[in-house]
């Protein structure tokens, strides 16, 4: 029974071992907020290096770096516009996942829309013309065919 | 629209789409525009490689020249010291930015490969690869006379590199014609 206990123990520690090398490290706040605003901040920032993860999924030395930065201007009090601002002025609109409405990210933000309002577009077309064809047999299409009806029901 | 013509809607969007892909072939995502593209080049005080001393922003300065970001930890840069020594040998100032890396394992770099760097800036926490936008090493930067940095490339530099791209305008920042 000790035996199983020590190979359970064992197996525990291996499982919590694999999750602490996994962790990214952490940052002590002053400030509850602060670590909130640094949650947020590190979701929105992208990393440079390994595209479509940001900053608080990813590994990479450059994101080390920028999480660093990160906390410290938060502890020094910079508001979340600053820290934004600071990161583009050196990475460029790139490292931002919401990147501001402007003349260069107007197709960005306006294609999905764009699309949309295609796609609707083009299936009202599509069922308009099938409502006209089917529309197109009323008036003399149906007198003919009553008549033929008619005629047929006669002959049997 | 007459049906017939309709039927070839498919095929229309085939094209536009097969377009859109083709083009992607030939981009390169992780070629990102830098940020700092005509923007002086950031201020800095760090130290030299060589012999510890203070090295800050105007003693670099002043003539047009390459700025190449390296680390002894970067293969692609071992892959391109042999050409930036052509060109340094070919009149060509490179000051080297030494990033995130050993000073000893850099210094004994440099003996064993060669030196083609006028000096080299040493950016052991990256302070001054994150003011200059820098995501991996090796990068290349064109600084002006003015110190002002007017290209920036990313990956390794080679022959075709230098004659297809840096050397144009590398002739343009000296107020050179341009090659026939």
Redo the contacts between chains.
């Keep these: 029974m000790s035996c199983f206990k020590a190979c359970c123990l064992a197996l525990l520690a291996l499982v919590f071992s694999a999750s602490a090398t996994a962790v990214i490290e952490t940052y002590e706040f002053s400030d509850a907020t602060l670590e909130a605003r640094y949650q947020l901040l590190s979701e929105e920032l992208r990393c440079p290096k390994c595209q479509n993860q940001n900053i608080a999924d990813s590994n990479a030395p450059i994101s080390q770096d920028l999480r660093r930065l990160l906390h410290q201007q938060l502890e020094t009090g910079a508001t979340d516009d600053e820290v934004l601002e600071f990161m583009v002025a050196r990475y460029g609109e790139f490292v931002r996942y919401r990147p501001p409405f402007n003349a260069v990210t107007a197709v960005l933000w306006l294609a999905p829309v764009i699309l949309l309002l295609a796609g609707a577009a083009g299936i009202l077309l599509l069922l308009r013309g099938r409502r006209q064809e089917s529309a197109a047999l009323t008036a003399d299409d149906q007198a003919q065919l009553t008549a033929l009806l008619k005629t047929q029901e006669k002959n049997v | 629209m007459a049906p017939r013509l309709k039927l070839f809607l498919p095929l229309l969007l085939f094209v536009v789409l097969a377009g859109f892909l083709y083009r992607g072939l030939s981009l390169d995502?992780?070629n990102?525009?830098?940020?700092?593209i005509d923007r002086p080049l950031p201020d800095f005080t760090l130290t030299a490689l060589a012999d510890g001393g203070v090295l800050r922003r105007a003693d670099v300065i002043g003539e047009a020249a390459l700025f190449n970001v390296w680390a002894t930890w970067c293969i692609s840069c071992r892959v391109e010291h042999p050409y930036l020594q052509q060109l340094a040998a070919s009149g060509v100032p490179i000051f080297g930015i030494n990033y995130?890396d050993e000073d000893d394992a850099a210094r004994r770099w440099l003996s064993e490969l060669g030196d083609p760097y006028r000096v080299n800036i040493v950016d052991k926490e990256?302070t001054l690869?994150?003011?200059?936008?820098?995501?991996?090493a090796p990068e290349t930067y064109l600084v002006d006379a003015g110190g002002v940095i007017r290209y920036r490339h990313v990956g390794v530099v080679d022959e075709r590199v230098w004659r297809d791209t840096l050397e144009p305008l590398w002739r343009e920042v000296l107020g050179l014609e341009q090659a026939p």
Excluded at chain 2, 129 to 136: H, I
């Design positions: 995502p992780m990102l525009p830098s940020a700092l995130k990256g690869g994150v003011d200059l936008g820098v995501y991996g």
